[in-house]
């Protein structure tokens, strides 16, 4: 009889341990709504559940890139539209310095106003991405990539862009160098001759000043000028097709993100009218626990002796 006791005593305890474990674990699911709340509750699930958050991080950090990516080529395509205006300025400025019958005093008007856009452009070169960056600087620049030094403009960047930390290849500058610096055009005898935006600016305006040679003047700075139009126009499109391959990359960020978010979801998440019902039953197992516990705790050896 001791043994018998002792064993029911032992064995109520175990089963209202248990009973309390299993309402605990129903009580705590449903405060977080959540299945799984610890690897150990259901280790596969955690694990789906990890790989979900992982792939939402990984997606989260892209769409960063692309914000940055985005907000960078908005600003180039926008400032590679200014340049191209004030070039077509500049073209016009130099269709009318062709005139034969303007005098000094108007080609060197004429010099003054292409002095002036080759100002603004110069301003558009360094066109800041809002970060402490700038656009056109190359694989980066924390000072304006264009400087100007005994009236020649230079660009101290490095060339090349920079790429945003991404599984996406997206760029978060443009080559100011190549753009701006490298602009290429073939002549009729001799090898191609490489200018500057700049330089064939500043060759334009000392031929109007000079006044000696005005035809040919007007025609090289035309040639040159067509040649740079050509350059920019081909950035500008590129920044746009840019933009265009970031609304598809985030496109398929987004249904990525919404992937994973339904994976951890269906890994972890509860099934709340279940769990109620699952919480009910376990909380009347555990009052039943708790009334056995109680029963065979009144037994002493006295009631069994006669």
């Given at each position: 009889?001791?043994?018998?006791?002792?064993?029911?005593?032992?064995?109520?305890?175990?089963?209202?341990?248990?009973?309390?474990q299993?309402?605990?674990t129903?009580q705590?699911?449903?405060?977080?709504g959540?299945?799984?709340?610890?690897?150990?509750?259901?280790p596969?699930?955690?694990?789906?559940?990890?790989?979900?958050?992982a792939?939402i991080?990984?997606?989260?950090?892209?769409?960063?890139a692309?914000?940055?990516?985005?907000?960078?080529?908005t600003?180039a395509?926008?400032?590679?539209?200014?340049?191209?205006d004030?070039?077509?300025?500049?073209?016009?400025?130099?269709?009318?310095?062709?005139?034969?019958?303007?005098?000094?005093?108007?080609?060197e008007?004429?010099?003054?106003?292409?002095r002036?856009?080759?100002?603004?452009l110069?301003?558009?070169?360094?066109?800041?991405?809002?970060?402490?960056?700038?656009?056109?600087g190359?694989k980066?620049?924390?000072?304006?990539?264009?400087?100007?030094t005994?009236?020649?403009?230079?660009f101290?960047?490095?060339?090349?862009e920079?790429?945003?930390?991404s599984?996406?290849q997206?760029?978060?500058?443009?080559?100011?160098?190549k753009?701006w610096?490298?602009i290429?055009?073939?002549?009729?005898?001799?090898?191609?001759?490489?200018f500057s935006?700049?330089t064939?600016?500043?060759d334009?305006?000392a031929?109007?000043?000079?006044g000696?040679?005005?035809?040919?003047?007007?025609?090289?700075?035309?040639?040159?000028?067509?040649?740079?139009?050509g350059?920019?126009q081909?950035?500008?499109?590129?920044?746009?097709?840019?933009?265009?391959?970031?609304?598809?990359?985030?496109?398929?960020?987004?249904?990525?993100?919404?992937a994973?978010?339904?994976?951890?979801?269906?890994a972890?998440?509860?099934d709340?009218v279940?769990?109620?019902?699952?919480?009910?039953?376990?909380?009347?197992?555990y009052?039943?626990a708790?009334?056995?516990?109680?029963?065979?705790?009144k037994?002493?050896l006295?009631q069994?002796?006669n």
């Open positions: 009889m001791r043994l018998s006791t002792a064993f029911r005593y032992e064995q109520s305890i175990n089963n209202l341990q248990q009973r309390q299993e309402l605990s129903a705590t699911q449903l405060t977080s959540k299945r799984v709340n610890a690897a150990s509750d259901d596969t699930a955690a694990a789906r559940a990890e790989r979900a958050l792939s991080a990984r997606a989260d950090a892209d769409q960063r692309v914000d940055a990516s985005r907000n960078a080529m600003l395509e926008s400032g590679l539209g200014n340049a191209i004030l070039m077509q300025t500049a073209r016009e400025t130099l269709v009318a310095a062709g005139n034969g019958t303007y005098s000094q005093g108007e080609q008007a004429l010099a003054t106003k292409l002036e856009l080759r100002k603004q110069v301003s558009v070169a360094n066109q800041p991405d809002g970060g402490g960056g700038y656009v056109f190359g980066g620049s924390t000072t304006a990539p264009f400087t100007e005994a009236g020649v403009v230079n101290n960047g490095t060339a090349g920079v790429l945003a930390a599984t996406e997206i760029n978060l500058t443009m080559n100011g160098q753009i610096m490298e290429n055009r073939d002549l009729p005898a001799g090898p191609p001759e490489q935006l700049f064939a600016l500043d334009a305006i031929g109007l000043e000079a000696t040679n005005i035809v040919d003047t007007v025609t090289t700075g035309l040639a040159r000028m067509d040649r740079a139009l350059q920019f081909t950035a500008r499109s590129q920044s746009g097709e840019m933009l265009n391959r970031l609304d598809g990359i985030e496109s398929r960020l987004s249904d990525g993100r919404l994973a978010q339904s994976e951890k979801s269906n972890e998440d509860l709340m279940r769990a109620i019902s699952d919480f009910q039953n376990k909380q009347t197992g009052e039943a708790l009334q056995s516990y109680a029963s065979v705790q037994m002493s006295f069994y002796i």
